[in-house]
């Protein structure tokens, strides 16, 4: 999809689909979609007299025209309320937008800014979110589907704007957009890919492919090389498995920049459970169970484009957690890399295991503060469902802006309490600590046992219920949402 802006009147501008928007509850359309209503006879105020449209958040109507202009279909989306009305809105009824567009088969699209017409709203903004948004909307993982006309038929997406003078905050918008959300599609894509395709080594591979690109230092380690590191757990998770370990780490310096931020992404390419064997249901869709490096992966392409005023450390500890002759067994005991000892209470709580040693290796990098990412507990989505993530955080001025982060790009972040009482749960009778506790608060024992291995530095851990959605929404289709990658690109260029 080629993003642009042109200077002129919506109903000028040649498409295949023209998209215009409606607040929910108004009588006769005002501002750029009044014109075209004008122009196409009041057809759009005779939708909205038969009750055939309401305006709601992402509604779609779709009117064929004759000529009136040129322009073949004008697509309605509805802007839902005017009082609950942002730039989270702009982005989702552009998404549904450009959704309906695909389906539609258009390939050139000209759009009205929605929100363009709103005080308080500045172009830029609605910019972003309108692209960030086609981005997201129009977003499908088409790989192994064989079936002709798979690809996205939309070519051209161009906003109409009439005052000249709100060009280049549109086009500044437009470009940070682009960046954002491929970085949150690519992230889609290769959280979809299957794991019979994306395993450790592949996603060492792609670091390397990054790196390559973007003159990031990169290091990878090999099974032989983690277990030289003391990385205990790492390499005691990996063991059922025959495809090999990795320890990604890649390294952005910024000139002259004061802070260094870890991002630590969980990266279990399949997770059966281990011994702790999942059951055939709970199994299916754990190819997603590296969604946390997904997002740090795609968000460190994104740091590569955009260059933010942060240095930043992305480790990647990927491993697949199966069965096998060599597989760990419940209650035993593994060395962490920082010395501490683990009693693994069950072998389903994998991801705790090597994020312990990884977050302990940041720890020993001097960074100023943590953030992993991970598809960490099914109780955290029996707790929030599947389309907000729970944060976990020592500090709040951290916390608010990956909240804020988050909501610029279309996610919701849920904050969690750290409830240090519960922690007597994760004691072992034999080791310094145990992988899990009381099944009740499982998603805040999860982030407990993590916190162990950060010691005093300021840390966040998302636990991404919000990786996989199981039904199509506004900004993503059922599969992977890219959840986090967003959250850490707008974080980074806050600062
Ligand atoms: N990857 C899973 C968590 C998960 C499950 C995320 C379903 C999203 C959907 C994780 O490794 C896991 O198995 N966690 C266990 C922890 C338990 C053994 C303490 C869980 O949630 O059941
Ligand atoms: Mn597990
Ligand atoms: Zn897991």
Redesign the pocket.
Known sequence: MDFSVVCGSLTEQPSDVLIVNLFQGVKSPGGGTGAVDKALNGMISELIKDDDFEGKLGEIAVIRLSGQIPVKKALLVGLGKSESFGLSEVMRASAAAARKCRELKAENVTSILHGGGIAGLPAFGCAKAVVQGAILGAYEYTRFKTEDGKANPIRSFTIVEMDADKLPEIERGMRLAEVIGDCVVWARDVINEPSNFVNPPHLAKLAQEIAGEYKFGCKILDRKAIEKAGMGLIAAVSRGSEIEPRFIELKYDAPGASKTVAIVGKGVTF?A?GYSLKSGDGMYGMKDDMSGAGAVLAAMRAVGKLKPNVNVIALVPAVE?LIGARAIHPGDIFKSYNGKTVEVANT????RLILADAVAYAKDQGVDEIIDLATLTGACVTALGRQISGLFCTKDELAESLIRGGAASGETIWRMPIFEDYRESLKSDVADIKNTGSREGGAINGALFIKDFVGDVAWAHLDLASATIDKDIDLAKKGATGAGAGMLIEYFISL
């Open positions: 997770d459970g957690n389903d709580a994998e991801g």
